[in-house]
């Protein structure tokens, strides 16, 4: 009897999980005020929070996430408390490697694409945690200069989904130990959340040189504070309308300030001559940004902002044209990563493929300015290995569920839409030439890309080219990448010791490109450009002034899926000699 009542349990556990679709709702807004206490490493919310259901079927039931070292202290529905069970729920979105999950039981079916507001509270501690990565053997030494969030004495730092869910959420749970699992959960939920409106007030208070809190909000919030004698409340307003890809994070510390035109740096007081060193370093690549991107500070709303974080060894992380990371790097690789931050904060889009692909891109462009092509080429080529295996991995992922797919357009994963984006951006520049990609990026508008091929026609208009082919293969759909050998090169001779070599080029890969193809002879070399379409050959013919040696179908600028058959050695027949 009791093994029975037992069984009975279990069954209607299972069947209250079935019925449970984590996803089902979208959070449209949030309205929360965030108490935050470094001195006890504590936070404490209140607020409102709508949900509405973008499921096919009505809803009963509901999740809400939050860290698992914060706790549930209520949840109500029009004013009246919401049965809920709180449980503990296993899942990486969350340094710990776990969520406080509150499953609601509405008092009536949420039908499709109705709302539901809720008045929530929760509060507990945010102490540095570095679980999820520990149970998958990362040395916690080496953990904690990447999962470094932690609300604590001195300094505060807590970015969002992906790391601490210091709001709540409701997704499927992920594990850091099954591929891309994580960022795949992740890229969902911010697909979600896009359109989201958020409001959340942060305050601090304390005693001594008031800190106030900093977000990634819109600029220009509400910040102020009061000052009662010792004591003092500080409030920072952060607003999102819409959230867009932003995940929101906080950081409060005792901070000072530089300023400069094109920059915003709050550093830690003792660290003023690094916050001066970057300042610098920022000013001295404004030209060159603005040359391609327009200024900095064009866009009145964003500025670009460095926020000291106080490990040296920790792992930056930026959001938008906020970047937050330790001072320990050297004026040139300052200048380098001043260049991304002020790319961001001087063109916009809400594709990140666009707004991150050109930001590498950027760097790129500089690194050749600054070392030539050779310099740029070995710093993208950091990335191809990257991009290679995200590739193969896709085309594993397919084998299984043939949709998957990590086309540009709309792809969450960042080996694609940062590094193959940068790849992309190179090639279309070797393609069409510097003066009409620049005019290309002059011309886009952020509000004005609202189908796909809006780019593409941008950059037609410029170019006075059709590249249909080239966005089918590299950006509407993932196609892979290209694979280049040489399948022959007949040198003939003419006049003297002049040749003229013909050379076929094969590309077995799914995605075509333009690649260079270049002739080594016994004095000299020449490279001339050639489009091999997926799937086909194309020929060349090149004039040698002298005997030909080898061809070589690849400069790094273009990412393949195999690099080492790309050069082929020419036989020179006998009775040509
Ligand atoms: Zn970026």
């Known amino acids: 009897m009791k093994l029975l009542r037992v069984l009975w349990v279990l069954c209607g556990l299972l069947v209250q999980a079935y019925a449970l679709d984590r996803e089902a709702f979208t959070f449209t807004n949030y309205n929360l005020d965030v108490r935050i206490e ?17 499921s096919a079927s009505p809803q009963k039931n509901l999740s809400l996430q939050i860290s698992s070292t914060l706790n549930w202290r209520s949840i109500q529905l029009d004013g009246k408390p919401v049965q809920f069970v709180s449980q503990p729920y296993t899942s990486d979105i969350d340094h710990t490697g776990a969520l406080s999950e509150a499953i609601v039981t509405l008092p009536r079916d949420v039908p499709p694409k109705a709302t539901v507001e809720l008045e929530i509270g929760y509060e507990g501690v945010i102490p540095l945690d570095v679980t999820r990565l520990t149970r998958i053997g990362v040395p916690a030494e080496v953990a904690r200069h990447s999962d470094w969030d932690q609300i604590g004495k001195s300094l505060s730092a807590v970015r969002g989904i992906g790391y601490v869910a210091w709001y709540p959420v409701a997704t499927e749970s992920a594990n850091l130990s099954e591929g891309n699992s994580v960022f795949e959960t992740v890229a969902r939920w911010k697909a979600r959340e896009v359109g989201a409106q958020l409001r959340i007030k942060l305050s601090r208070s304390g005693e001594g040189t008031p800190e106030i809190p900093i977000c990634n909000g819109e600029a220009g919030g509400l910040r102020t504070y009061e000052q009662m004698g010792r004591a003092y409340e500080s409030v920072n307003e952060c607003t999102f309308r819409p959230l867009g890809e932003t995940v929101p994070l906080f950081v409060i510390g005792n901070y000072e300030g530089v300023e400069r035109p094109s920059i915003n740096i709050s550093y830690i007081p003792e660290h003023k001559p690094d916050a001066e060193k970057y300042a610098l370093a920022a000013q001295q690549v404004v030209p060159f940004v603005t040359e391609w991107f327009g200024t900095p500070q064009g866009r009145a709303e964003v500025k670009a902002e460095v926020i000291e974080l106080s490990d040296a060894l920790a792992a930056p992380y930026e959001s938008g044209s906020m970047l937050l990371t330790p001072f320990n790097i050297d004026s040139k690789l300052a200048q380098f990563t001043a260049v991304h931050q002020l790319t961001h904060a001087a063109f916009f889009s809400p594709r990140p493929w666009i707004y991150e692909g050109l930001a590498h891109f950027a760097q790129a462009l500089y690194r050749e300015r600054e070392s030539g092509r050779d310099g740029a ?45 940068m790849y992309v951006w190179w090639m279309l520049r070797d393609m069409i030439g510097e003066s009409a990609l620049k005019q290309a990026v002059a011309a886009y ?20 080219r059709d590249l249909q082919w080239f966005f089918d293969d590299w950006v509407y759909r993932d196609r892979g990448l290209p694979d280049f050998r040489v399948a022959s090169a007949y040198p003939r001779k003419m006049l003297a010791n002049n040749y003229v070599v013909t050379v076929t080029v094969e590309n077995r890969g799914g995605a075509g490109a333009e690649v260079p193809v270049t002739l080594k002879m016994e004095q000299g070399e020449v490279s001339k450009r050639l489009e091999v379409r997926a799937k086909s050959e194309a020929v060349i013919r090149i004039e040698a002034a002298s005997t030909p040696l080898e061809i070589v179908v690849k400069d790094g600028s273009v990412p393949e899926s195999d690099m080492s058959n790309n050069v082929y050695k020419i036989e020179i027949p006998e009775k040509s000699n």
């Open 377 to 421: 080429l070995d710093f993208m080529g950091l990335h191809r290995t990257a991009v290679a295996d995200a590739e193969k991995a896709v085309a594993e992922a397919r084998r299984q569920n043939p949709g998957a797919s990590e086309a540009l357009i709309d792809t969450g994963v960042e080996e694609f839409y940062r590094s193959k984006a």
């Open 38 to 54: 470094p001195e006890q490493q504590r936070l404490a919310a209140r607020g409102k929070i709508t949900l509405r259901n973008d």
């Open 445 to 464: 508008r952020s509000d004005a890309d609202n189908a796909p091929a809006y780019l593409q026609h941008v950059i037609e208009a410029q170019a006075k």
